[in-house]
């Protein structure tokens, strides 16, 4: 499955941020799908997952409350919902699909993205 991630950008503090995923070549519903965030000099930290039916779901702690991941089977979709952004929220968001249930850790991801950047400035 081909995945290509967009709709990041520069945001203040307290604002949102909408990051999208379009999913390809293979059946999409049949894949679990994660996003996943890098900060310079950081390692790759698990944000959202969301079940292949969209029925489940799993937050990092640290965004818990502020992000929503939701998917749409029928447009091959993920999105993200990034409500009251910090600064420390600033990566390069890349999203992935594993075929199975959800996972937060990257390694269980076979299918990533390119990422996209999402800066928040303070």
């Known amino acids: 499955v081909q995945l290509q991630a967009s709709g990041g950008g520069l945001v203040q503090a307290g604002g949102s941020l909408r990051v999208s995923c379009a999913a390809s070549?293979?059946?999409?519903?049949?894949?679990?799908m994660g996003w996943f965030r890098q900060a310079p000099g950081k390692e790759r930290e698990f944000v959202a997952a969301i079940s292949w039916s969209g029925h489940s779901s799993n937050y990092a702690d640290s965004v818990k409350g502020r992000f929503t991941i939701s998917r749409d089977n029928a447009k091959n979709a993920v999105v993200l919902q990034m409500n009251s952004l910090k600064p420390e929220d600033t990566a390069v968001y890349y999203c992935?699909?594993?075929?199975?249930?959800?996972?937060?850790?990257?390694?269980?991801?076979?299918?990533w993205g390119r990422g996209t950047q999402v800066t928040v400035s303070s």
């Open positions: 070549g293979r059946t999409f519903s049949n894949y679990a």
């Open positions: 992935a699909a594993r075929w199975d249930t959800i996972s937060t850790s990257s390694y269980e991801y076979a299918y």
